[in-house]
């Protein structure tokens, strides 16, 4: 039973990347899924979170109108499509899966998650 990242690298400034996040062992579907990120030398923060009763999302505010997140529900994934990015939002970006519908939504404790993946590297630089 895993959950994992992938999709990260290196973009310039303005430009997009798409995290995915891979679940296995487990059924994504019934679980909120969510993203947080974590800066050098900075606290992990929440990114955004898709609700596993109507599929409502939520975003930190330094990301609202930029990224989209959402669930592959065939494929048993979810991601995080991140558009006009910047250098600010270089990071490790990790998913977490929660069964309670807004679990890994605003003030959630990433360490109270039912399932953690291992992070993926995003670098916004020119």
């Known amino acids: 039973v895993q959950l994992q990242a992938s999709g990260g690298g290196l973009v310039q400034p303005g430009g997009s990347l798409r995290l995915s996040c891979a679940a296995s062992g487990f059924i994504l579907d019934y679980y909120a899924i969510g993203w947080f990120r974590q800066a050098p030398g900075k606290e992990r923060e929440w990114v955004s979170c898709?609700?596993?009763?109507?599929?409502?999302?939520d975003y930190v505010d330094s990301v609202k109108g930029r990224f989209t997140i959402s669930r592959d529900s065939a494929n048993n994934k979810g991601y995080l499509q991140m558009n006009s990015l910047k250098p600010e939002d270089t990071a490790v970006y990790y998913c977490?899966?929660?069964?309670?519908?807004?679990?890994?939504?605003?003030?959630?404790?990433?360490?109270?998650?039912?399932?953690r993946g291992k992070g993926t590297l995003v670098t916004v630089s020119s």
């Open positions: 898709i609700s596993s009763s109507d599929d409502t999302t």
């Open positions: 977490v899966a929660d069964a309670l519908p807004l679990g890994p939504c605003a003030g959630s404790d990433y360490n109270g998650m039912d399932y």
